[in-house]
């Protein structure tokens, strides 16, 4: 088997296992609080909103900086650091004993985390450019895999061996998935040693300087917002259109398990599609066919109606993030891939606090179907901003070709 398809293979089951064990502990976070004695309903969901958000705080601070070492000392190594972290991080967690304790190793868990914009970064610059679009798709596969099935697995593993016990067993699959990655897969394309580096200002200003990457990185976290805005209210939503035998729980998060299942199923043929047509053209029809079925959201009477939405717009989800990043790993100076990874999963995880905390105080006023609404239109202005940016970077490229013709005559 050739290198890059070994590598693809071993960090798609890693990715699956990690994001599967870092969502275990979605359904019992509030609980875990209220075995700490929070016993306030409303302490309870503030210290459960703090300290969810936590991670994607400091996350979002460390992205470039973990990007930009990768293309210093290695990808690979940047994937290690983190399992590693997270596994003795995860497992510390388990020990809490207060919320300031939780709050805090929450913060130490998105400084550490990291694995997934690694293995993507590692994925991307190891595979043959014109198989990118497919590998990052398979990738995409693993990780939703692996966010559908954890929050169902970390529920019924709680209720038989308690809160605790599955920080330590969630640190003992990533620490096993690491290890796997250690042995098994290996970087045929690692930095070169007499590449001259800069500093992490000056070369974080030289990224963020390339307008190519400066409108994807706004298009990733334009995607990320309207996607993620309406998610807290959903359960609200199945409520409201009343679910079937009153079971809201399990019809809310069947509704988020539809969408990630036909993400799975569609990110590696349309990452097949970006390979052959462009990943840009993925993209941007990506976008208006979300919008699309965002728009009837508003409109269902059924929870029935409301999967059926739901699946479909999952197949257009999955061609927008491994898309993206097709996009920025041709789009990324040679050398610095990792750095611009950096960047864009900061922007990624920019979009994803900022949604649902926006979309949460809107739906206030406009409801959730009226959230819905703006979502697509908001996913419609992603489209178009996506086809301006590219329509200026060509138009700046035959410009830079028009001039060296010219002084080369």
């Not at 300290?51 to 979002?60: C, E, H, M, R, V």
């Not at 398979?138 to 599955?166: D, K, N, T």
């Not at 994807?216 to 995607?223: A, E, N, P, R, Y």
Request: hydrophobic residues 55%; charged residues 10%; proline residues 5%.
């Amino acid at each position: 088997m050739e290198t890059w398809r070994r590598n693809l293979y071993i960090l798609m089951v890693s990715q699956f296992l990690v994001m599967s064990a870092m969502t275990m502990i979605i359904p019992f976070l509030p609980l875990y609080l209220k075995e700490m004695g929070i016993t306030d309903p409303a302490k309870t969901q503030l210290w459960a909103g703090i300290i969810f958000g936590a991670n994607f705080l400091s996350a979002f601070v460390m992205a470039p900086i973990w990007g930009s070492m990768a293309d210093k000392v290695g990808r690979k190594i940047m994937v290690l650091r983190s399992g590693f972290g997270m596994t003795i991080v995860i497992l510390l967690t388990g020990l809490a004993t207060s919320p300031l304790q939780l709050l805090f190793l929450r913060l130490l868990n998105g400084v550490v985390a990291g694995f997934i914009p690694a293995s993507i970064s590692l994925t991307a610059t190891n595979t043959p450019k014109e198989k990118a679009g497919y590998a990052l798709g398979m990738l995409q596969s693993g990780a939703v895999a692996g966010s559908i099935l954890g929050p169902f697995i970390g529920g019924a593993m709680a209720e038989m061996f308690g809160f605790r016990m599955i920080f330590f067993l969630t640190g003992t699959i990533i620490g096993l998935a690491t290890l796997v990655v250690l042995m098994a897969v290996k970087e045929e394309q690692k930095p070169d040693p007499t590449q001259e580096r800069k500093g992490f200002f000056a070369e974080g200003s030289f990224i963020l300087h390339q307008k190519p990457l400066l409108f994807l990185f706004s298009v990733g976290f334009l995607l990320q917002f309207a996607m993620l805005a309406p998610m807290p209210q959903m359960p609200l939503f199945v409520s409201e259109l009343g679910a079937p035998g009153g079971y809201v729980a399990f019809f809310a998060g069947l509704v988020t398990a539809v969408t990630g299942m036909a993400n799975m199923l569609a990110s590696p043929q349309l990452g097949k599609l970006g390979d052959r047509f462009g990943s840009e053209r993925v993209l941007f029809y990506a976008m208006l066919g979300a919008a699309l079925f965002f728009i009837p959201h508003a409109f269902v009477q059924s929870v029935w109606q409301l999967l059926i939405l739901r699946f479909l717009l999952g197949l257009c989800m999955g061609g927008l993030l491994p898309a993206l990043n097709s996009l920025i790993r041709q789009n990324a100076p040679v050398g610095k891939e990792s750095t611009a990874y950096g960047y864009s999963t900061s922007a990624v995880f920019l979009g994803n606090m900022l949604g649902p905390i926006t979309g949460g105080f809107l739906s206030g006023f406009i409801t959730i179907r009226g959230l819905f609404v703006l979502t697509a239109a908001l996913l419609i202005i992603g489209a178009w901003w996506l086809r301006v940016s590219q329509s200026k970077v060509s138009d700046a490229e035959s410009e830079s070709s028009s001039v060296s013709q010219k002084v080369s005559v």
